[in-house]
């Protein structure tokens, strides 16, 4: 089993925004984009991520199993939302509203009434502005963003050394892992073990994972003390330490924080101070319907 | 051992456990990702999640914690599927609330220990999936009956079965080889 | 009066128990080491080797506690009193498996881990960094990932790892243990540069032989706890048992002649090449498309009665090529036939019972709760009925001699025991070939013997293969021996006719032993080789 990386350096614009700017910028953007449900915002928010998601230069081929799983929840929690269990949406859609047939419809000769309202075909719009505005910064972070930055990131931005390191030192045993499991999955399967020749029901196919599951994690656990070993030999966690990776703010960098304080500030006071984040739906769209 | 454990030490050596835990989780939710446990229906079965939790167990809540929170944004990450805050910490609180028995424990293999590990596997799956559920409808504004049906009992049931089953056999495994290490 | 400079280390009347133990690991060790001198410390595993590491770098007491006693002095001052960091940057360790020791994703950042502990400046850190990968010829790793280099450029970037923390005394802890033998000798000449720079070095070993080669100021050997002997190699091979640590071939000859010698005889019936057991047709391998080829046009076809080791340096293909023949790999072009069926037409499963095959490390694949359970896991999954199954388990448990643990995790197993129990868990399968990687990794010189000799004598293989790339091994015990260099079959015969080139040898990256040259020299008596002390009996 090959487990790789599927960050590239590629030269974007992304590429030299400071990290601590881009983790700040998208969860500026979550807490903005989680604060209203005007679709005027929305949409003003879902275009700002569009910009940001373009300067990453990621490709369709190499993003799409990212957006497949991201489309299909989507596409699962609307259908289920909108048409099966009529969302209410924690009173952001308000009760009643304006049926789409109110007379319902003819299907296979029967009369079909359908208590489908403009207004929750209207909020589901929102849903996909919303959703994919959010999914847009957060799916760009593991192919635009270096996998030696995640500790001093995460220590520059105020987590404890030994927490950040935590991260990283994670991401250095993923590769040999990976390895450890393939080997012991060959190593079960020459003892005539088959995975898709699983019998019985979904406990059996469960507790039959035990012979590939054990053995890996039991030899981690085991490997674990000379790491540790290792790590204290070299004097870890007896002061504070600094990280060979380099972070440095730019001009640009300061933009982009500025704009993020915007962001999450400008769309909570919004919200919050001047009410003006509640669900509405534009008379165009009820105009379609008549 | 003589000494009494700590609930929420992080040394060292707890830095190595989360560590490694959360490479685990992250390997074993790809490898059984891939591995598509068959007629499991359209729950996506992660059999992985017995890490976090058995991880909570055998080294205390904050092992436990960065094991699922910290293993689940590394497999999204590894597999593209970016970055998802609410699910990550629903994901740490599955290791870190069965973490809570860990100073109570004397011996792996004991049946009482076994017993308080399963009750506290059914919550952890409750509270952790539950509450990465409910963040759901703040997020997506999905409404309650939706988040019941599309995220939080898929997951919930998919995460306490493959908890229930495996967390013993770990157990059970890891009680044969505790008593190797010479380490404090 | 000039008073003399402090010895970089002088440990003196030092004992440690570990808490949870009842005996001492180590009982009144004194010892000195000299700025530019190698100390070679030898003794097979259990010795208190590792212990006595432990107390000199500060492990014990900080990590590991018990009652210790005693004092250690680094340049003069205890280090009783100093902190782990401080120590690290007086005395470097070098552990065993560098796979372990290895902390960070790239090279540089491994190189760096200390000096970001001690919070240096990064200007520093890089400057010291490259530092110490020029001082091992490694520069040219710098920007890689640690993952993907090979064994011995891993020991060396931990190397540099603890280099860059600017010791002056380094201890080693079995350093060639998980190497092949050209990197091994590499890293030996290596260590004895870094002692003529005035490094103090103290070198844990049990591969005696080849440490030899660099020629070790000193020499310690342990035993239980306790230091034996002191002194230089001609005491050393006075003294010692020759079976616990492996000494040059002559010397144990010496010693061999005074003492009876068993005849060994492998349990594998006679030669039988009409049928072959295994058949590889112009097999070529990639892993994928955009892979390069790993395996080249491999002929070849094993039989009933054979023995044979598969030799070659690490990264040759050798394991890639016993995976053919059990289809964990296909071929990508050519076919490979098992007991004439082609394989791309048979499950692993299936091929499992003719081809039993033992991976390197049992911790790989012992899963079950009890010994009995791991054994029957096999034929179960072979879909043996339950009569055949206890009868093969009772068999297998048995053969390896650990009937009484048939009730016992075996994960509790010590490692010895833990690898017969591998083997017994593809014994009850009752495979027709008993096929091995690198059977005695990880086993000191005492157990691997007895080892090797009791497989050997198994009853129920019609062929035994081996990989290996321990030259001694092969011709101690195989009656065929396979070299695979670069994925290309470079030699396949009798072992003195494939060993016979020296040169070829050196080429194929495996290191001719003294125990080679010996057998050559007696070879117009004996006929075939054989181990040093059944050579004693030939000698005059």
């Known amino acids: ?290 | 051992m003589e000494e009494k454990k700590k609930l929420w030490g992080f040394e060292t050596k707890q830095v190595v456990y989360a560590a490694i835990g959360a490479a685990l989780y992250a390997v074993l939710a790809i490898a059984t990702n891939m591995l598509q446990l068959p007629g499991a229906g359209n729950v996506s079965f992660r059999p992985a999640v017995a890490i976090p939790m058995f991880f909570g167990v055998a080294f205390g809540p904050i092992v436990g914690f960065i094991t699922g929170f910290v293993g689940n944004i590394l497999a999204d990450l590894l597999s593209g599927y970016g970055f998802w805050l609410w699910w990550d910490l629903g994901n740490g609180l599955l290791g870190l609330i069965p973490g809570l028995i860990y100073p109570t424990i004397e011996s792996y293999r004991a049946s009482k220990s076994i017993w308080r590990a399963e009750i506290f596997v059914v919550l952890g799956s409750l509270i952790g999936m539950g509450l990465a559920s409910i963040s759901e409808m703040w997020v997506s504004g999905a409404d309650m009956n939706t988040v019941i049906f599309a995220n939080f009992l898929p997951a919930f049931i998919s995460d306490v079965i493959n908890g229930l089953i495996l967390v013993p056999l770990l157990m059970i495994a890891y009680a044969a080889i505790v008593e190797r290490s010479g380490r404090d | ?540």
């Open chain 1, 1 to 290: 089993m090959l487990v790789s990386w599927r960050y590239k350096y590629r030269n974007s614009p992304m590429d030299h925004i400071d990290p601590r700017a881009r983790w700040i910028f998208s969860f500026a953007f979550l807490i903005a984009a989680t604060s209203t449900w005007n679709w005027i915002f929305l949409l003003t928010y879902f275009i700002i991520a569009l910009i940001w998601y373009r300067l990453g230069n990621t490709t369709w081929k190499e993003t799409r199993s990212g957006w497949r799983l991201v489309l299909f929840m989507l596409f699962m929690m609307i259908v289920i939302n909108t048409i099966i269990t009529g969302g209410g949406a924690g009173g952001v859609v308000p009760p009643g509203g304006q049926l789409v047939w109110p007379n319902g419809f003819k299907l296979f000769g029967e009369t079909v009434h359908f208590g489908l309202t403009i207004e929750r075909i209207w909020f589901a719009f929102c849903q996909v502005l919303r959703i994919l505005g959010i999914s847009m910064n957060f799916i760009l972070i593991p192919y635009t963003m270096d996998a030696r930055s995640y500790g001093a990131t995460f220590s520059s931005l105020g987590m404890p050394d030994k927490l950040a390191y935590t991260t990283e030192l994670a991401i250095r045993f993923i590769p040999s892992l990976a390895r450890n499991f393939s080997v012991t999955m060959d190593a079960q399967r020459a003892r005539g073990f088959e995975l898709d020749d699983i019998k019985g029901g979904i406990f059996n196919k469960i507790a039959r994972m035990a012979p590939l599951i054990i053995p890996v994690t039991m030899n981690a656990i085991l490997s674990s003390e000379d790491i540790a070993d290792a790590m204290d030999l070299r004097g870890f966690g007896q002061g504070k330490r600094t990280w060979l990776y380099e972070l440095r703010y730019h001009r640009w960098d300061y933009i982009v924080l500025g704009f993020s304080a915007l962001l999450a500030i400008g769309g909570l006071v919004a919200s919050y101070v001047f009410h003006m984040g509640d669900f509405i739906v534009p008379q165009f769209f009820y105009n379609l319907f008549a």
């Open chain 3, 1 to 540: 009066m000039v008073e003399a400079d402090p010895l970089p280390l002088v440990v003196r009347d030092l004992s440690f128990q570990y808490r949870s133990r009842t005996e001492p690991a180590i009982v009144e060790i004194s010892l000195e080491l000299h700025p530019g001198e190698i100390m070679l410390l030898a003794g097979s595993s259990g010795c208190g080797k590792t212990t006595l590491l432990r107390c000199i770098n500060g492990l014990i007491p900080h990590s590991y506690r018990g009652k210790l006693s005693g004092e250690i002095l680094l340049y003069g001052q205890s280090n009783a009193g100093m902190k782990l960091a401080e120590i690290s940057q007086k005395v470097g360790t070098l552990l065993q498996d560098p796979e372990r020791q290895i902390l960070g994703s790239y090279v540089l950042n491994e190189v760096c881990f200390g000096l970001e502990n001690l919070g240096l400046p990064r200007e520093e850190m890089i400057r010291r960094g490259e530092a110490a990968l020029e001082r091992l010829h490694i520069l040219h790793l710098r920007d890689k990932e640690t993952f993907g280099i090979s064994g011995g450029e891993k020991q060396k970037v931990a190397l540099a790892g603890v280099l860059a923390m600017q010791p002056k005394i380094l201890l080693l802890d079995e350093p060639l243990a998980s190497l092949d033998p050209a990197s091994a000798h590499e890293a030996l000449h290596l260590f004895r540069e870094l002692a003529d720079q005035g490094m103090a070095i103290m070198l844990v070993e049990h591969r005696v032989e080849d440490v030899l080669t660099i020629e070790p100021e000193r020499i310690v050997y342990m035993e239980d706890g306790r230091i034996c002997f002191h002194g230089d190699i001609q005491g050393l091979v006075q003294v010692v048992d020759y079976h616990r640590i492996k000494l040059p071939a002559q010397v144990v000859v010496e010693r061999a002649k005074a003492e009876p010698q068993p005849n060994f005889e492998p349990a594998v019936p006679p030669l039988d090449t009409n049928n072959p057991l295994i058949e590889f047709q112009q097999v070529h391998f990639r892993y994928n498309d955009d892979a390069p080829e790993v395996l080249h046009n491999i002929n070849l076809k094993i039989h009933a009665g054979e023995v044979i080791a598969i030799l070659g340096h690490n990264g040759s293909g050798k394991t890639t090529l016993v995976k053919q023949a059990l289809g964990l790999l296909k071929p990508t072009k050519g076919k490979v036939f098992l007991e004439g069926v082609e394989t791309h037409t048979l499950t692993v499963a299936k091929a499992a019972r003719t081809i039993g095959y033992v991976f390197q490390s049992p911790s790989q694949m012992l899963f079950a709760p009890t010994v009995k359970e791991e054994l029957s896991f096999g034929p179960k999954n072979l879909g043996f009925d339950q009569e055949t199954i206890a009868r093969n388990v009772q068999w297998a448990i048995e053969t390896v001699h650990l009937e009484d643990e048939l009730l016992t995790p075996p994960l509790a197993l010590s490692f010895g025991q833990q690898k017969r129990v591998s083997i017994a868990a593809v014994l009850s399968m009752r495979s027709r070939i008993l096929m091995m990687d690198e059977p005695t990794a990880g086993q000191d010189y005492w157990n691997y013997q007895a080892f090797m000799d009791s497989i050997l004598q198994m009853p129920g293989f019609d062929s035994i293969i081996f990989i290996t790339h321990d030259l001694d091994l092969a011709l101690i015990y195989a009656n065929r021996i396979i070299v695979l260099n670069d994925g290309v079959i470079v030699a396949d015969g009798k072992p003195v006719d494939v060993l016979q080139d020296r040169q070829k040898i050196k080429q194929w990256r495996l290191v001719a032993t003294s125990l080679l040259e010996l057998n050559f020299q007696m070879y117009p008596k004996t006929g075939k080789f054989l181990r040093a002390e059944a050579l004693a009996q030939f000698m005059d």
